[in-house]
């Protein structure tokens, strides 16, 4: 089922809405021809680094009838975005950064295909700045776009791709072994907190990308395998209005998807998890998004 109203005519009325602000008319033509028409458009950047078109619209986030930091709120984006069809992999992060963090880290599989883990906020953040350097100076990408880690309200929008279910292929659980890797069973300890994941669908350790199923704009492994940096800081409740940021400062960043070590519970689209900055483990990842410079 849709809760996501795309950014042009009303579906009832045919008018035109306008709670979208246009681009600025000094807009170059080449940040117009770059971006994309229709959901799920798919662009290429260097070689095997694909983006999916997520179109300007508004939807609600986070979770219908939810009281804690999932209460649900109006969010409104102005401006498409390109998301990353896939988390950055450790053949993408080693081409572009040289080191390997992961190397020598327990629960890491290593293959090229496998998301890029043991990677802290920051890392993330330097990862983005330098693809925009080198996607610009080979003329992949033009200026007034750029690669950015997404926000939460962005990185929820993707995932749902014009849902409103638990999961964007639905609400039941019974389906998201076709969608991603997550642990189906854990265990407690004597005061009931959870001490490990158990058997999982995966294996103890992130798996290669783009094996699963993908959402309906073409963007995969949004349910589990390894959670996901995004750009706001995390507080206890949602974002909400126009482009929102979440707020200025904080202690932890929010990380978005749920993992390979985590229930199926915590791969909800409205799931939020949260990790200090300088925090890196075996389950964290991040994808890349690309924006106009402009909408920062």
Request: net charge neutral; glycine share 10%.
């Amino acid at each position: 089922m849709s809760s996501v109203k795309l950014a042009g005519a009303n579906p009832v009325s045919g008018e035109a809405e306008n709670h979208v602000p246009s681009r600025n008319s000094s807009t170059s033509q080449s940040v117009i021809a770059f971006a994309g028409s229709v959901a799920g458009e798919m662009k290429e950047l260097s070689a095997e680094m694909r983006f999916r078109w997520c179109p300007a619209g508004q939807y609600t986030m986070g979770t219908p009838g939810a009281t804690d930091s999932e209460s649900p709120v109006n969010v409104v984006l102005s401006r498409g975005f390109w998301q990353g069809e896939t988390v950055v992999t450790q053949r993408l992060w080693q081409s572009l950064i040289g080191m390997r963090p992961w190397q020598d880290k327990p629960k890491v599989s290593h293959h090229e295909d496998s998301p890029a883990t043991y990677i802290s906020y920051h890392d993330a953040v330097r990862y983005c700045e330098a693809l925009t350097s080198v996607e610009r100076n080979a003329g992949r990408l033009p200026a007034g776009w750029v690669c950015v880690l997404p926000t939460e309200a962005q990185w929820e929008y993707a995932c749902r791709a014009g849902t409103s279910t638990k999961f964007s292929f639905g609400d039941s659980e019974s389906r998201l072994d076709e969608f991603g890797w997550y642990a189906r069973r854990s265990w407690l300890d004597r005061f009931g907190r959870i001490l490990n994941a158990g058997r999982t669908s995966s294996g103890k350790y992130a798996h290669r990308v783009g094996l699963k199923k993908p959402n309906d704009w073409g963007i995969r492994d949004m349910h589990g395998n390894v959670w996901e940096w995004c750009s706001d800081w995390y507080c206890d409740t949602l974002p909400g209005g126009c482009d929102p940021v979440g707020p200025q400062s904080g202690e932890r960043r929010v990380n978005r998807g749920g993992s390979w070590s985590g229930l199926a519970e915590y791969c909800r689209a409205a799931d939020r998890g949260s990790c200090s900055p300088d925090g890196s483990t075996s389950d964290l990842g991040f994808r890349i998004a690309i924006v106009e410079s402009t909408a920062l």
